[in-house]
């Protein structure tokens, strides 16, 4: 291709009619000419810019494809070559795409490397590199591949040379492993066999003892890590994660043989690499936590390395109990002084031992926040809530007696705690009823969970104490009251006063009115006037405020058009806002509790069925308000089987599988429960990062009830 001035034909081009991340592109031709100009800092400001709008966080629009052919001839011009290289290379490599057709801006690049493959000669050995990197992502295996293998012919520099096998790899994994059968040799340079050990994954290659002491002879091997390809950022957590990718046992064993390995290094910076390689590989495979506790145990050697292992052996649970010994000095030191390694440990404690951590938190309470706020973040799957201790409760009753003290999210963490124990707590009852003054929202509900089972002694103050701060109007001092001891009357004018201060208030009230069925009738003209002074919003909050003042009045009043109303209003407005997905499954949830009554709602569900994250909600519901003979069950639970498969919502296809029941499942739906069930993969995978395993231990233990009823649902 002719090399022209980089920006012939730029003013010819409607730039207004495309857009990028922020609307029209029309500000895309004054960007490229900066790149050309001779103001370094506005040609810097102006690439920054440019990843703002033609990539947005990794996305793609009709004007990235319109830029292209332009940063094509500017980087081959010799401007800012290797950052705008790396702009198209990232371009090329999105499948974000937005307001384009799949694969529009990866063939503008691929269109043109006959201006981006001659940079793979470029005298600058950070060109070459970046050029292989860019050329790559492209796909156009048939110019790009041939291309990519005479530069590793030629190549002499060990960076470049590594991406390039990098490259080859992305196009054909296995030229790239034949490319790199001798790339493993120890007289290689370690950037060259780093990308020999990736090359030899991505053709699926054998791992064999060769590659496992390959991969052990370049550690510590953060240093070697690419600056552009950011899925490959930590190279022995990559490697652990290609090998648990297979699934299969021999190379799990590898993989953990790895980390073991680096775990009982002797220099710290290994051992790092290891926990970051264990870290990945417990997020991915059931078994790791219980295979390598033994060697996090072995790797915390001294306090910074216990530090480093904690937050790890917190995520673990108590399947790292055995590791509670390397946590505990640690734990118990300083309790009456600031220590925020102690309270890092005692936190992991709080996780791993509760039983043991309970008197190490008494004895530190007001200086292990950390510590307090694991503690009460119970109840999980494995605790009903954490365990009762004489001394923490004496403790809690300390703090919540000086409530100048207390800070952020304390009141609610002591009271949490006093709630999880019930009648247990009862000593405290004075000073939660005291706390309400000062905490009304954090106290309330904890007097109501604690004085429920206790004697009429302590449920008269209880209720005096809820009576007087629901007379100030006080809605959680109403619920509670209501909770304990009936009271509607002062719960009835709470919600009222809540429903017609609008916004934010009005989806916290519509929720206990709800709750309260035909008994809340007298809030039925207030809800009325929220939903209608709502009606039309397409936020998020909007539209899930919509959706439980649904629900409310249909539990108060049993009135189905009204709520299908409702509902229809809240899917169609749904279908205007891309965020808006999660507003569509909890309205698919309110529909499931309508029944029959919600059948019109019918073809609204049915729409929802495409998207994985929708799915499991709208199987649900279609399962209660659809006619019966009208669903095909086998289709509906394969819907629900692929949410979960794809960790869009693994928790909620469990309930819609269970919705079906047994008679969905076909020996291929059996056969894919079993694995969800069963599997070594983790199912959840993604979602906040200290509640994943969590998380996926609850799935397997539902998927596995279910196997159990679909395979002998006679004594189910």
């Known amino acids: 291709m002719e090399l022209a001035h980089p920006l012939d034909g730029l003013d010819a081009r409607p730039w207004q009619s495309f857009s990028h991340a922020y609307g029209s592109a029309e500000d895309l031709p004054d960007l490229l000419r900066a790149l050309v100009g001779t103001d370094a800092g506005a040609a810097d400001e102006a690439l920054s810019e440019l990843y703002g709008s033609v990539l947005h966080q990794g996305t793609v629009y009709a004007a990235s494809a319109e830029a292209a052919p332009f940063l094509a001839a ?25 307001g384009v057709a799949p694969g529009t801006v990866r063939a503008a690049v691929a269109d043109r490397l006959p201006l981006l493959l001659p940079l793979l000669a470029a005298p600058e050995p950070d060109v070459r590199r970046t050029a292989a990197w860019a050329v790559s992502h492209t796909r156009a295996t048939a110019s790009a591949l041939p291309a990519l293998r005479g530069r590793w012919d030629e190549e002499p520099e060990p960076a470049v040379r590594a991406e390039v096998l990098a490259g080859i790899a992305r196009l054909d994994p296995q030229v790239a492993a034949a490319s790199a059968a001798t790339a493993l040799e120890p007289s290689q340079p370690a950037e060259v066999r780093m990308a020999a050990v990736f090359a030899h994954l991505d053709a699926d290659a054998p791992w064999t003892e060769t590659a496992h002491t390959t991969m052990l002879s370049l550690l510590p091997a953060d240093d070697l890590r690419s600056d552009l390809d950011h899925e490959r950022g930590e190279p022995l957590a990559a490697v652990v994660e290609a090998l648990l990718g297979r699934d299969r046992r021999p190379e799990r064993e590898a993989a953990f043989a790895l980390i073991d390995a680096a775990l009982h290094d002797v220099r710290a910076d290994v051992r790092a ?22 060697s996090l145990r072995a790797a915390a050697v001294d306090e910074r390395s216990v530090i480093d292992t904690a937050s790890l052996l917190a995520r673990l649970g108590r399947v790292a109990e055995p590791a509670a010994d390397v946590l505990a000095p640690l734990a118990a030191r300083n309790p009456h002084q600031d220590d925020d390694h102690a309270d890092r440990a005692l936190a992991a404690l709080v996780r791993v031992a509760p039983a043991q951590a309970a008197p190490l938190l008494a004895a530190g309470l007001g200086r292990r926040p950390r510590a307090l706020g694991a503690a009460a973040g119970f109840p999980s799957p494995a605790h009903s809530a954490f365990p009762y201790d004489d001394d923490l409760l004496d403790a809690v009753r300390d703090r919540l007696a000086r409530p100048g003290a207390l800070s952020g999210n304390e009141p609610w963490q002591l009271t949490h705690l006093l709630a999880g124990w019930g009648a247990d707590a009862a000593p405290a009852l004075p000073e939660l009823c005291a706390a309400l003054r000062h905490h009304p929202s954090q106290a309330a509900g904890a007097i109501a969970r604690v004085a429920a089972d206790c ?3 302590e449920r008269a ?5 809820l009576r007087a701060a629901a007379a100030r109007g006080v809605l959680p001092a109403a619920q509670a009251l209501y909770d304990l001891d009936g009271e509607l009357a002062p719960l009835l004018h709470c919600l009222e006063q809540e429903l017609r201060r609008g916004a934010g208030h009005v989806r916290d009230a519509a929720g206990p009115a709800g709750a309260l069925g035909p008994r809340g009738a007298a809030l039925v003209p207030a809800l009325r006037e929220a939903l209608g002074a709502a009606a039309g919003g397409t936020t998020t909050p909007a539209l899930d405020t919509d959706t439980a003042l649904a629900e409310a009045l249909w539990r108060i009043t049993g009135d189905a058009d009204e709520a299908v109303a409702a509902l229809d209003s809240v899917f169609a407005r749904a279908q205007r806002n891309a965020w808006s997905r999660w507003s569509v499954v909890r309205a698919a949830h309110t529909t499931t509790l309508l029944g029959p009554a919600g059948r019109p709602l019918t073809p609204r569900l049915e729409a929802a069925l495409d998207d994985p994250a929708q799915a499991p909600a709208a199987v649900t519901a279609l399962t209660a308000v659809a006619e019966p003979a009208s669903l095909d069950r086998v289709a509906l639970a394969a819907a629900a089987l692929r949410s979960a498969e794809s960790d869009a919502d693994p928790a909620g296809a469990c309930a819609a599988l269970e919705a079906l029941g047994a008679a969905a499942m076909t020996d291929d739906h059996l056969r894919r429960l079993a694995a969800l069930a069963d599997g070594d993969a983790r199912v959840v995978r993604s979602g906040v990062e200290d509640r994943i395993i969590e998380q996926d231990e609850a799935v397997r233990e539902h998927a596995r009830a279910l196997l159990r009823a679909f395979s002998h649902p006679a004594t189910a």
């Open 74 to 98: 500017i980087a081959a011009a010799g401007h800012h070559t290797a950052d705008v290289l790396t702009l198209l290379g990232a371009m090329a490599e999105s499948e974000d795409e937005h």
């Open 273 to 294: 690499e290891g926990l970051w390689a264990a870290d990945r590989a417990c997020t991915l495979s059931r078994s790791a936590p219980s295979r390598l506790v033994q």
């Open 455 to 457: 004697g009429p002694g």
């Open 461 to 465: 103050r209880a209720v005096t104490s």
